[in-house]
Structures are given as structure tokens and as C-alpha cells.
């Protein structure tokens, strides 16, 4: 039967039927109001749930971003006494000890992911090297390709720790 149909009660006392339509319409209007009711829970569930869903997106992207703060925030105590140790190496002999040392601090920084930024020969780019100077080259070929590494860069992923400082050619 449909919600819509009235219901036909047919009965001898005038009265009664009254009665019984008068319970009809009540049950009618109840029932509209148990389905609105049920709609409006149903709506709060479904913004409950979607609250839910995006909490936990952002929690997660949080939680990387989170990491890769501290794997950030642990590389930039350590550059300083890696680049020492670095220009260290250039400029003569260093003990062993302090070999071994710099050997241990490239292995952690790949063990977080760390990569070099920057290589002689490597186009120039701004948003991964510092140039600091310029190197009159001899073709145009050479031109913005980079001459020198002063300071290695870094990065982790996508993320410039500090970009490599560096002389790139110029040509006229």
C-alpha cells in the first residue's frame, strides 16, 4: 500500500471511523517526523564520517611532514662539521680517524634520505644552487652550466636543505 493512498475503513458506527482516520493522519504526521528525524541523523553520520576521513588524512600528512622536519632539523646541526671535515680533505692530509668520521656522516645522511645537490657541468638551476660568481667560458654551450662547487647542497625528496653554492659560466 502506498503512503499516499487513504485508507478505506468502512464501519456502522460513523464515529469510529472518525476515530480511525483521526489515527491515520496521526500516524501520518509521526511517520513524517520519525523520517525527518532519520534524515537529519543520517546527514550528521554522514558529516561525522567525512570529519573523520580528513582528520585522518591530515593526520597523516602531518605525521611525514613531521619526520621530515626533524630528518631536516638533524642534517642542518650536522653540515657544519661535515663541510669542516670536507674542506679538511682538500686542503691535505687529514687523520684517519677524522676519515672514518665524515664516512659515517655521508652513510647517516643517506640512511635519511639525503642527496648531493650540484656537479660541475650541471645546467644551472635557482631553485637548488646559490651562484655566487661567475667564470667567463668560451662557447655558448657553457653558458649557465656551473663552473665550481664552493658548498655542497642538499635536499631530502623534494625539500632544498641549502642549495649548493657555486661559480657558473658566463659567456659573452
Not at 561525522?48 to 576521513?53: F, L, R, T
Not at 602531518?62 to 621530515?68: A, G, I, M, R, T
Not at 680517524?97 to 664516512?103: P, V
Not at 667560458?137 to 647542497?153: F, N, P, Q, R, W
Request: hydrophobic share 40%; proline share 3%; net charge negative.
Amino acid at each position: 500500500m502506498q503512503e499516499d493512498e487513504d485508507v478505506k475503513i468502512e464501519t456502522e458506527d460513523p464515529e469510529a471511523e472518525e476515530s480511525f482516520e483521526a489515527k491515520v493522519v496521526k500516524m501520518r504526521e509521526e511517520l513524517a517526523q520519525c523520517r525527518a528525524e532519520k534524515q537529519e541523523y543520517m546527514d550528521g553520520w554522514q558529516r561525522a564520517k567525512a570529519d573523520y576521513v580528513n582528520a585522518l588524512k591530515r593526520f597523516e600528512t602531518e605525521s611525514v611532514s613531521s619526520v621530515l622536519r626533524g630528518k631536516v632539523k638533524a642534517v642542518e646541526t650536522l653540515l657544519p662539521a661535515f663541510d669542516a671535515l670536507e674542506r679538511a680533505k682538500e686542503h691535505g692530509e687529514i687523520p684517519e680517524g677524522f676519515l672514518a668520521i665524515a664516512k659515517q656522516l655521508e652513510s647517516a645522511f643517506a640512511s635519511l634520505g639525503l642527496e648531493e645537490i650540484g656537479s660541475v657541468g650541471e645546467r644551472f638551476n635557482p631553485m637548488l644552487h646559490e651562484a655566487l660568481g661567475q667564470d667567463i667560458v668560451e662557447s655558448a654551450e657553457e653558458d649557465d652550466i656551473i663552473t665550481t662547487i664552493l658548498e655542497k647542497g642538499w635536499r631530502v625528496g623534494e625539500s632544498v636543505i641549502r642549495p649548493a653554492k657555486i661559480r657558473v659560466g658566463h659567456f659573452n
